[in-house]
């Protein structure tokens, strides 16, 4: 693999692939790896979709675009910082230990405009709050894990679509109708979003 200098786009979806051999990193061209499994039989699960083991060594993909679906790891939540030409970007597995460096590094990626973060199980905590400094360009966040908050800065974004499952989500006021089909969640300030999709909420979401 490692003697396709010239590849742009490496596209492993719905393959046996799990983990990427270390030659990849020798790829300076790369633009796009889509590797990621869906399991068909699965309705909603953190594991539905399966992504990929990455080695060490992917700043060297100083312009890689697209990065879907890869799996958490202390050395990678660090060095995806420097892949600062992300458009697309989407992790899977990670800790709340990891987040600190995962949610530094997205900050260092100002073209990004579609993010998708799941959690390695439902209680632990994403908390995208502490993005310093925000990509601008965003339109499509998607989250899966145990969420206490949304992020402030949404309210500055124009975003398309956002998606948050109710279930791994901590409510942050829940209140029951009068026909008792279900909780209403209310949320904080989400004047940044245009579309929401929070599953497993029986009745609509309301907003400030």
């Avoid at 990891?98 to 799941?118: F, N, W």
Wanted: aromatic share 6%; charged share 25%.
């Amino acid at each position: 693999m490692g003697k396709l200098v010239n590849i742009e786009t490496l596209d492993l979806k719905q393959s046996l692939v799990h983990e990427i051999p270390i030659e990849i990193s020798k790829l300076p061209k790369l633009r796009s790896l889509l590797a990621y499994n869906v399991d068909k039989n699965k309705d909603f699960s953190l594991t539905r979709r399966r992504g990929v083991v990455i080695q060490d060594g992917i700043e060297c993909w100083g312009i890689m675009q697209k990065l879907c679906a890869v799996e958490a790891s202390d050395s990678l939540v660090k060095e995806v910082g420097n892949l600062k030409q992300l458009r697309r970007f989407r992790i899977q597995k990670l800790t709340s230990k990891q987040g600190k460096d995962l949610y530094a590094s997205i900050g260092q990626m100002p073209h990004l405009r579609s993010l998708e973060v799941k959690a390695i199980n439902g209680d632990e905590i994403i908390d995208l709050q502490h993005i310093s400094s925000p990509p601008q360009c965003l339109q499509v966040l998607s989250l899966m894990g145990r969420l206490e908050k949304i992020p402030d800065w949404i309210a500055g974004l124009c975003l398309l679509f956002v998606d948050m499952p109710s279930h791994f989500m901590d409510e942050i006021h829940v209140q029951e109708t009068e026909h008792r089909v279900g909780p209403r969640v209310f949320f904080g300030n989400t004047k940044g979003i245009n579309g929401l999709s929070v599953d497993e909420v029986i009745d609509s979401a309301i907003f400030d």
